[in-house]
């Protein structure tokens, strides 16, 4: 044979070589990034993943290559870091996985290559995560950077640009460790004006708005029933769920100490009827109520007059003398858990829909709840909290303080839940104001608004936690601004990181 040909296969094979070496990289930076999520909770892995990431993309990557290590690294990111799903859906988890890791492979494509690429990938990648909170089934904000952070200095970021830009300034930074680790001297400029960007931008935050204390304050019980988790609404009656937190409530003696307490607060759909208030479960409630003096918002699940296979999801405040004064129905749904999307042409194809066999309707008013004696809450049942938009609505629309309802019971492992509990120290940092957390089965927790958790519970306990927490007033920036700004900020960078790129070319070849 002659020596070229045998150069020619070595050459092939150190190509394939080289090739595999880049995937297992970029396979290995997205379980780092997974690493950063709770329940593991390294934050800093996020950027030494990404840095990594960066390292296997390298300068000059053709398209093809950029798009397999993108999307290869985002599989490895959600499918970690959304492993809660394989216990109910396997199908649904690996679908899940390779739609959104492929999302970061379009981030390759969208994203230039050449020295302004350090500008522009931090952009396109984060787009791209903006894009799956909103889409498909309106959006799956889990595993995200921002959860990630929650407990690292960059969380404060939240009270100006909400997860968007938590995402944002650790893709900015990662990929700039990531060009310094190539010891790329062309990228060097761009790197170095993105990092000093971020750092800007996080010392800022420092000092931005966080709202403040009104001088009045709310005494709340949180009341978690306990009982075993992994578990649906056919393993445990609602009858069950509701005793377990009537036993709890009971544990609180009335006229020991309790001339301050103002509320009591009861997980989601610990009640499930057909109507509410003619049920034994609100008589129930408005006798404890009674005893304690003090009004309850309780979690409820009723069936929709006229329309079988149809519910509400709702949270209710139910006064002592049992009047139920004022209602929030869940406006948020989870996709495949209260309603199943095209359900029609799913079930046509054989899909196991039955699994899912009711509708939940989605709620249309404002999100918060009215106590008795004026106080506005705002409100998000259980999935809503990973939406920021969803809180900032109801703190827009005067809530001084923050209900987190939820239902984690149907989870293995606590993947979700400490996830959850991430979201809600981030959406108490994002408004400046106080958020009670209170589940089932856990977690249930106080947040203060500057993102520190108090009191949590255990997996499966049956507890009651009480803490007195202050009504707050005021905007954060991001409470005023919302997303779309920053969205549209980021649209205009990775443009810019184009035209940048376009007219380093003539300079190229001319040399």
């Not at 995200?144 to 944002?168: C, H, K, M, N, Y």
């Not at 749904?333 to 199943?340: A, S």
Request: glycine share 12%.
């Amino acid at each position: 044979m002659p020596s070229s040909g045998i150069d020619s296969a070595a050459h092939r094979r150190a190509s394939r070589t080289r090739s595999l070496s880049r995937f297992a990289l970029a396979l290995g930076s997205g379980f780092l990034v997974a690493l950063s999520l709770p329940p593991w909770g390294w934050w800093p892995l996020a950027f030494v993943g990404i840095a990594l990431f960066e390292v296997s993309l390298g300068r000059d990557t053709g398209r093809l290559m950029r798009f397999g290590l993108g999307t290869t690294f985002g599989f490895a990111w959600m499918s970690m870091g959304m492993g809660w799903m394989w216990h109910l859906t396997v199908p649904g988890y690996l679908i899940a996985s390779c739609l959104f890791g492929t999302y970061h492979g379009l981030a390759e494509l969208a994203a230039p290559t050449g020295r302004w690429r350090i500008i522009g990938r931090p952009a396109a990648h984060t787009l791209v995560e903006a894009v799956r909170f909103s889409f498909p089934a309106g959006g799956v904000p889990l595993a995200s950077l921002g959860i990630s952070q929650a407990a690292g200095p960059l969380a404060e970021l939240a009270r100006v640009g909400g997860v968007i830009l938590i995402t944002w300034v650790v893709f900015q930074v990662g990929f700039t460790l990531g060009a310094l680790l190539e010891r790329d001297a062309r990228s060097l400029v761009p790197a170095l004006g993105g990092l000093v960007t971020a750092v800007v931008v996080l010392a800022v935050s420092f000092v931005a708005p966080s709202g403040r204390d009104t001088g009045a304050d709310l005494d709340v019980a949180a009341v978690q029933g306990g009982g075993e988790q992994g578990t649906s609404a056919l393993d445990e009656p609602s009858e069950v769920v509701t005793a377990r937190h009537l036993e709890a409530t009971k544990s609180i003696e009335a006229g020991d100490g309790l001339d301050g307490l103002d509320l009591v607060l009861w997980p989601e759909n610990v009640i499930d009827t057909v109507d509410f208030a003619t049920s034994t479960e609100r008589a129930e409630v408005a006798a404890e109520a009674r005893r304690l003096g003090v009004p309850f918002a309780v979690g409820v699940t009723e069936d929709v007059a006229g329309q079988p296979g149809r519910f509400f999801n709702a949270q209710v405040i139910v006064r002592p003398d049992g009047a139920v004064t004022s209602r929030y129905d869940k406006v948020r749904r989870v996709p495949f858990g209260e309603y199943v999307p095209l359900r029609g042409l799913l079930e046509a194809l054989g899909a196991p829909i039955e699994e899912v066999p009711s509708d939940a309707v989605a709620g249309t008013g404002p999100a918060v709840l009215d106590l008795p004696d004026g106080t506005r809450l705002a409100v998000a049942i259980s999935w809503e909290v990973f939406f920021g938009g969803r809180v900032r609505e109801g703190v827009e629309a005067g809530g001084q303080a923050i209900l987190n309802p939820t239902n984690g019971a149907s989870y293995t492992g606590t993947i979700l839940q400490t996830q959850q509990v991430a979201s809600s120290r981030l959406r108490a940092i994002e408004t400046g104001r106080w958020l009670v957390q209170v589940s089932p089965t856990g977690f249930s927790e106080f947040v203060t608004p500057g993102g520190d958790v108090l009191q949590r519970t255990g997996v499966s306990e049956q507890k009651v936690i009480r803490q007195r927490i202050m009504l707050r007033t005021g905007e954060t920036w991001y409470v005023g601004l919302g997303d779309r700004p920053w969205i549209a900020a980021l649209v205009v960078v990775l443009g810019g990181s184009w035209v940048l790129t376009v007219l380093d070319r003539p300079r190229r070849r001319s040399r």
